[in-house]
């Protein structure tokens, strides 16, 4: 029987995390398990609390086990803010990464980096004769991890006979810019350098430390060697490549898994798991190690060792498919039509399937409020391209408090998958749950979080034309008192588009979601030219039919998605999210078109025309208010044109 591992990651946004990713992935390949990987960050931001919210799928009885990449978490929670997170976990199975947590029967594997750093010092000394070797720390980050390599440096300085010098001891907060400030700070010439080798608690240090030494006038290795801690990527590519060490990143994920493994199969495991990491000695103190793991992995992958040309070829297919995926959705954001045309979306490489799941009603979210999971959620939409699957027309429900997905979902074949929050602003409308099939996790995330934010808008303008149709049935009206129906309403009796207490509400909320994704647009504010002489020559009743006409024109040139309000009168305002502004003189000649076409289609005794203006709304311009007042003025300028042309 298939096993449900949980992987629970802070950010799947840097070295450390893809690599210990990768080395779960690799060890459970051939094993029977549904690998489901689950963001979860922990901040004040509202985004943040959306994907804590993950945290839940995970307490339920359908996980067998638990990987936690707890050193990440830690930069941002206490151990024991995180250990009440997973203390309500029904699985006992969990296994943390770098550090123990104070949890029952919980097992965890750590770096014992003592026998690492006896080496780097020994190797510093003996084949480089350095006898004064400083450290750049970060001990003042209050990191368990920061303290364990100090120790293990100090511990190494004594083995190996050198004098450890406390005033050669910097702070560097585990950034760049902090190693810059803390040599500059000491040093102010090459003369006063007084070491002849520094070791950095990790690469990003070291990397500063030679940015200071050269600015300094010295040479790097040839005055003065530098040693890191960590082996990202940059350390195996730049010009000069660093010395490190590496923590055997893959490692500790293969190790975790195989510990999360035998523990769901009822096999006894150790409590404290070590992991050993090696050094690794380049360039940047006189060795020529060509030693890469990035790089034999770029041969793998793509079959080319060149890191630039492999990175551009993978920068190109993300950005056409992205650019692809938007320009096909943009007239398209009902859900049903939605999910009528995901399967033609749905880039295969990166994201093969895909489960949504929405809740039966939106959960608001909160930073002051404790979240609990809605017990009622809905499979909208499964799509499996590996099995030949596409049903999008589900409604099938369950409880999520008691399953991430029903499992049959999961599927037949032994898969890895990724979840994602559905949201926008506070509120969360479900989640969705996709096959991962490749190792690139961050471009697999980018399609996640595009996905998220185009179902929310579908959601967001999907309910609203429920609520309209809802409220264009007399029987609910009849059973809402007035003072409810006016908070409901936002619909124009007249002519069907919003009324101005809609126009606002929804139209801020389009202007919003539309720079969120990177996107402009025009807001336009128009009316009708002589309405007050079709009033006076042919009646009100045909006065009322000219303004519906100019309503039906708008709708008719503009897109079903587009936001279009009635002020009041024959005044409309419509938000129009992704047109651009050149696009404007189509637009009024479009208008024009329409203008004809549906004045005589309604049968009025005149041909209505209307005076158009519009400005675009950008991430400097985006209050509705202004935007409104702007293009009031610009139409102004069009109503002029159109009297002085009359005259």
């Known amino acids: 029987m298939k096993k449900n591992i949980v992987v629970l990651v802070s950010e799947i946004a840097n070295d450390y995390s893809f690599s210990v990713l990768d080395g779960i992935h690799s060890y459970f390949a051939d094993k029977e398990v549904n690998l489901i990987t689950i963001p979860t960050r922990r901040g004040k931001d509202i985004s943040s609390k959306h994907y804590w919210i993950g945290m839940k799928l995970a307490e339920t009885k359908q996980v067998d086990g638990v990987i936690v990449l707890t050193a990440i978490y830690l930069s941002a929670i206490t151990k024991e803010e995180l250990s009440q997170s997973l203390a309500n976990f029904h ?23 003592d026998q690492a750093y006896d080496k780097v010092v020994k ?44 005033k050669l001891t910097f702070e560097g907060y585990f950034v760049y810019d902090g190693a810059i400030r803390a040599i500059n700070d000491r040093y102010k010439s090459a003369k006063e350098i007084d070491f002849d080798a520094i070791v950095a608690a990790n690469d990003m240090m070291a990397f500063g430390c030679i940015y200071a030494l050269e600015g300094l006038g010295l040479k790097v290795p040839e005055d003065v060697k530098v040693v890191g801690y960590d082996d990202i990527i940059q350390a195996q590519t730049a010009e000069l490549t660093l010395s490190t060490i590496n923590q055997q990143m893959e490692l500790q994920g293969q190790r975790a898994a195989e510990l999360a493994w035998k523990k769901a199969n009822g096999e006894k495991v150790e409590k404290a798991n070590p992991i050993q990491i090696k ?23 793509t079959g080319n060792r060149n890191v630039s040309v492999s990175l551009h070829l993978e920068k190109n297919m993300i950005q056409q498919n992205i650019y692809f995926l938007l320009e096909n959705l943009q007239n398209e954001m009902t859900l049903d039509k939605l999910f009528q045309m995901f399967d033609t979306i749905l880039p295969e490489y990166y994201v093969p399937g895909i489960t949504l799941c929405m809740y039966d009603t939106p959960l608001l979210v909160s930073n002051d409020k404790a979240i609990e999971l ?20 589900l409604n099938i429900r369950f409880n999520p408090r008691k399953m991430i997905i029903p499992p049959q979902f999961f ?4 898969s890895s998958f990724m979840i994602q929050p559905v949201f926008f602003g506070h509120k969360q409308y479900g989640y969705f749950v996709c096959k991962n099939a490749t190792s690139e996790y961050l471009f697999t995330l980018i399609y996640l979080k595009t996905f998220s934010a185009i179902i929310s808008q579908s959601s967001i303008y999907t309910r609203q034309l429920e609520e309209n149709a809802k409220l264009s049935s007399e029987n609910l009206m009849l059973q809402i008192d007035n003072s409810e129906l006016n908070e409901i309403s936002m619909n124009d009796s007249l002519t069907g588009v919003f009324n101005r207490r809609g126009l606002m509400e929804m139209g801020k909320e389009a202007i919003k979601l539309a720079l969120k994704m990177g996107s402009t647009g025009i807001v336009f504010f128009a009316d009708m030219n002589d309405l007050k002489k079709i009033n006076d020559n042919y009646g009100h009743d045909i006065g009322d039919r000219a303004i519906q006409t100019e309503a039906e024109i708008f ?9 279009i309000g009635r002020l009041g ?11 651009p502004f050149e696009h404007i003189e189509k637009t009024r000649a479009a208008i024009k078109e329409a203008e004809k076409s549906i004045s005589k289609k309604n049968g009025l005794p005149v041909e209505i025309t209307i005076s158009f203006g519009a400005v675009e709304f950008n991430s400097e311009t985006s209050d509705l208010n202004t935007l409104i007042t702007l293009a009031d003025k610009e139409q102004y300028i069009e109503k002029r044109k159109y009297h002085s042309e009359k005259r």
């Open 91 to 113: 699985t006992d199975n969990i296994v943390s990464i770098s550090t123990e947590l104070p949890i029952k029967n919980s097992i965890y594997t750590y770096v014992s980096c």
């Open 123 to 166: 190797h510093l000394k003996e084949e480089h004769s350095c006898k004064r070797i400083a450290f750049m720390s970060a001990e003042a980050t209050g990191s368990e991890e920061a303290r364990d390599r100090f120790n293990a440096f100090k511990k190494a300085m004594k083995k190996n006979q050198l004098d450890f010098d406390e």
């Open 279 to 301: 050094p690794i000695f380049r360039k940047s103190c006189g060795c020529s190690n060509d030693e890469s793991e990035f790089m034999n992995k770029m041969q793998i992958h």
């Open 374 to 393: 809605p017990a009622k959620a809905t499979v909208k939409l499964h799509i499996d391209k590996t099995e030949n699957i596409n049903q999008t027309d």
């Open 411 to 414: 599927g037949s074949k032994n």
């Open 555 to 563: 709708k008719t040139v503009f897109r079903q998605n587009d936001i």
């Open 569 to 579: 009168g024959d005044e409309f305002v419509g938000v129009i999210p992704g047109l």
